[in-house]
Structures are given as C-alpha cells and as structure tokens.
C-alpha cells in the first residue's frame, strides 16, 4: 500500500480506538450496560461500511452479551473459511486501547479493505466479549461460544487470525520474551518494533504461509513462534478458543505484557500507541488474507 492509503487507515483506526477507549472503558461483563454500548457501536462500524451484521446472543450472569457476526461470502463456498476476530471487552477500571480497542480497529479496517475484493473463500469478521478474567478459557468467552458453533455446524476453517493488542510498538521499548533464552540466543529482537505471530503446531502451514506473505510485503519486522499451544502465555487470546475446537488459528500481536507497560492498567490510553504501525500491521493482516484466500 502506499503511503496516503497507510495514512487514511491510520486516520480511521485512530478514531475507534479513541471512540472505544474514551466512551466505553470498563466493557466489561461486570459493567454488562457498556459492554453491550460498546457492541451496539461496533455493529454501527461495521453497518456504516455496507455490511449486515450477526448477533449471536448467549447467558452470562443474567445478562446476555453477543458475539458480532459479519460473514463475507465467497465465490467457492464449499472452500474452508479464514475466520479473523477480536475481543471487544476489557478489564475492569482499564479503557483497553491497545487491549483490545486497537484489534477491533484492526478488524473494522480489515473489513472495509476486504469490501470489494472478488474473495473464493468465506471471510468471517467476528467481535467477541468475555475474553478478559474471569471468563477466559471457560466457556462464557465469546469465541469459546462461536467456534463451538462452528464445529457443531461441521464447518471446516482454513485458519482463525486473533487480532490481539497491535499498537504498542517503537524503537525505545524493551521486548520480553516468554522464554529467557530466546533473546540471549540472538533469535528475537532487543526492542519492540515488530509485529509477531503465536501459533501451536496444528497451524505450522498457515503460520508459514502467514509469515511469508506478512515479511515480503511489509516495512516493519515480522517474527513468529509455533509451539505446543499450552505453552503460557502463547494461549491467552481467542485463537485458544480456536485451538481447543480443533481449528488451526494464529495470533497476531504487539505481545501484550512481553512489551506495553500499560497493560491492564488505567494507563492504556489511545494517546499510547503507534497509529503508524498499527496501519502497517493492518496492510500486513489484508496481504495475508489475500494470500490465504488463494491457498489450494
């Protein structure tokens, strides 16, 4: 992409971070009125680009919350779907602009570049709530919910991309890692001005064709991790949920608590983050797409 258009989804990602984070902190199941404002405003987004949206309510703690649904339909529908998701909700007291205001601002954007793309497969844009404690893995998360759905409905996924934390980036961040030596032997990065991809080893291809595609179109690093899924923290978003019904499913992310300081604090704000990253993350995910919709 060039630049004006890396700078127009800048623009626009900007603004649902900002939306999300400012108008709707604390989207949390314990605050059900505001998780359930913050997905009314979602389904907006995603109605306001031209799409008819889902919503697949469920029971939680007496109040009902509801994964969005936006199903893209493709030429070849007998094909397996590439199903790209976030979580919408937060920890309490927290405004999650980076978790996980930033991943919707990914989706949303995803979808409005994918709009009028002649795709063969079935592209599934989902926004789930309950990702965050204490719904995490259990089966009140929103992607528990559907990707359960998805296998009583015998339904076949090529690959489910978790757009999880993608704003926090820059020259002057320490990078952690999960694993003390993966830095110490010179495989990872010092600082965090990358983007890297988590996946187990039911997903080795799609993270492959994922990784190849995402580091000859992009600008900034790309690196990748695929191990045994219950490895922590490799499983903590909703492409665990994928994971666990059977799915192959990657993570992308900035790597949460591994960089961002202001994790799960009143401190993630959207004044926080890289909006010039996160648009090249974004162009990264739809080349990624593009190129998973023609795999054979």
Known sequence: MNQSELS?????????????????????????????????????EFQALGFVVES?????????????????????????????????DTVVGTPGADDNASGIA???????????????????FVAFPHEEP???????????????????????????LALEMLAFAGEKYDQLYPAPLMRALGRYPKYGNFIALVGNLRSIRMMSIVRRTMRQRGTIGVESLSAPGFIPPLFLSDHSSFWNAGFPALMVTDTAFLRNPHYHRE?????????????????????AVLTLDEVE
């Open 267 to 287: 401190s993630d704000t959207a004044d926080t983050l890289n909006y010039t990253f996160l648009a090249e993350v974004i162009a990264l995910v739809y080349s």
């Open 134 to 160: 204490p719904y995490f893995f259990t089966h009140l998360m929103g992607s528990r919910q559907y990707a359960k759905k998805l296998k009583q409905e015998g339904q076949n996924v090529l690959v489910m």
């Open 8 to 44: 127009t989804i800048a623009s626009r990602a900007r603004r649902i971070v900002e939306i999300l984070a400012g108008k709707y902190p604390s989207r949390h199941g314990g605050y059900a009125e505001t998780l359930n404002a913050a997905a009314d405003f979602i389904d907006q």
């Open 106 to 124: 990914g989706l949303l954007e995803l979808a409005r570049l994918l709009k009028d793309h002649p795709n063969r497969r079935t592209i599934k």
């Open 56 to 88: 697949h309510f469920y029971e939680c703690d007496e109040a009902k919350v509801r994964n969005l649904i936006v199903e893209k339909k493709g030429s070849m529908p007998e094909l397996s779907c590439i199903v790209v998701g976030a979580h919408y």
